[in-house]
Every structure is written in C-alpha cells, then in structure tokens.
C-alpha cells in the first residue's frame, strides 16, 4: 500500500526566502509523486509531478522537487518565495490504476 | 484547458436531507472521483468511477453513494446529510487509468449541514 506524510503542517517564510516543503512516501512499487497546490477558495492545481527519467523536476511558478529513492523523498523547494506562493501544498503518490493518495497538506505562509 | 464544474459552491443543508452534489467534466474523461478536504485530515477519497455505470469506494464511502450514467457526469449522493459530513467537497478527472496521469480538480462544493 501507499502512503504520504508531510513534515509540517505549517511552513512560513520570508519574502525571497528558500521555501522547503517536505514529503515523504512509502510505496511497495515504484512510485509516481506530484505535487499540488491549493489557493483560497479554489480546487487543487498540479504543480509537477514525477513519473520516471530525470529525478530533478521542474514545475510552475519556479517551483522543483526532487525524487530520492534513497530516502523515500519528494521534498518541494523554491529559490525566493513570493507572496503570491502563499497556499496550502498537497503532496501525493498514486497506487497502481487508482486515485491519488494525499498527503495532509502544509500550509506556507509568506511575509514581507 | 480540462474543464471539471462543481454545480454548487455553497449548499446549506439540514440534517437527514437527501443531497445531490453534481460534476461535470468536459474532456472526455474515463476517470472521476470524488474527495471530501477537512483541516488536518488533507484529502480523503470518497468513490471513483473508472467508466459510466462503473463504481468503487474508496477510503471512507459510509453515509455517501455515487451515481455515473454518462461518461461527462459525476454525482455524489448523501442518502440522509449528518452534522459530520459538512466538509468541503471535491471533485476530479482524469484522462485514463494510467497512474501517472495527473487529476484535474472543480472548485470544490463547501457543504454545511445543520
């Protein structure tokens, strides 16, 4: 079965500052990881995800993630936060031809 | 763009009503599920479809039904609305069983029951 934690219900940071939000999975097949991002009042939007290939994956908004399978990571970083990026961030693994499993969510905070 | 319409963004219900919640995608999707989101508890699969007239429950189906008889059509149904099912609600698709495909989501219905 799979499985998805977050470390960190909330992260806040300043502007410009480094934003690192961690994911760690369990999966008893090789997993495919993305990242969404949730804006007030609004339904999730894919961020990026990771299927196979390039273990370093860029998304939108500057955003990246790299996959460790040595460490069953997926952590989501950003070199300079923005304001704009204030947001709840969902990460998720899927299992073989079903829906997403999600993490809790971490919320970041960003101020000025 | 995949479009996915939650028909309501509010609904105010009161307790043992029967409630409808509507979704309607526009690409030609095989998939659809249905999520309920709590503060703290992230996203919990209610049911999802693979196919029209196809059904499966996920991880918490009590209390909740599903009805799938077109392919663009997703309905989730509460038979009697309880207090703890006021949660806001969620609804995805996706373009075919591959699990590398990624879900797109409605807005979300915000259900209150009283």
């Known amino acids: 079965a799979q499985s998805v934690t977050q470390l960190g219900s909330h992260v806040s940071v300043s502007e410009g500052a480094l934003v690192l939000l961690r994911c760690n999975y369990s999966?008893?097949?090789?997993?495919?990881l993305f990242w969404y991002v949730q804006y007030p009042n609004q339904g999730l939007q894919l961020l990026l995800k990771y299927t196979t290939g390039a273990t370093l994956v860029k998304g939108i908004n500057g955003f990246e993630a790299e996959f460790k399978k040595s460490e069953t990571s997926f952590h989501l970083t950003k070199p300079s936060a923005h304001m704009s990026d204030a947001a709840e961030y969902f990460c998720a693994v899927s299992a073989a031809g079903t829906a997403l499993i999600f993490g809790k969510g971490t919320t970041l905070s960003v101020s000025s | 763009d995949v479009k996915v319409t939650q028909s309501s963004r509010y609904l105010v219900k009161r307790t043992g009503e029967k409630v409808f919640l509507e979704c309607v995608q526009d690409m030609d999707h095989e998939n659809m599920f249905w999520y309920r989101q709590d503060p703290g508890l992230g996203l919990r699969l209610i049911y999802f479809s693979y196919d029209v007239k196809m059904k499966e429950k996920g991880d918490i189906p009590e209390g909740y039904s599903v009805s799938r008889e077109k392919k663009e059509r997703f309905s989730l149904i509460l038979e009697s609305a309880s207090t703890n099912q006021t949660s806001m609600y969620l609804c995805?698709?996706?373009?075919?069983?591959?699990?590398?495909?990624?879900?797109?989501f409605g807005n979300g219905t915000r259900l209150t029951v009283t």
């Open positions: 999966s008893s097949v090789p997993p495919y």
């Open positions: 995805a698709s996706r373009a075919d069983r591959l699990y590398n495909s990624p879900l797109h």
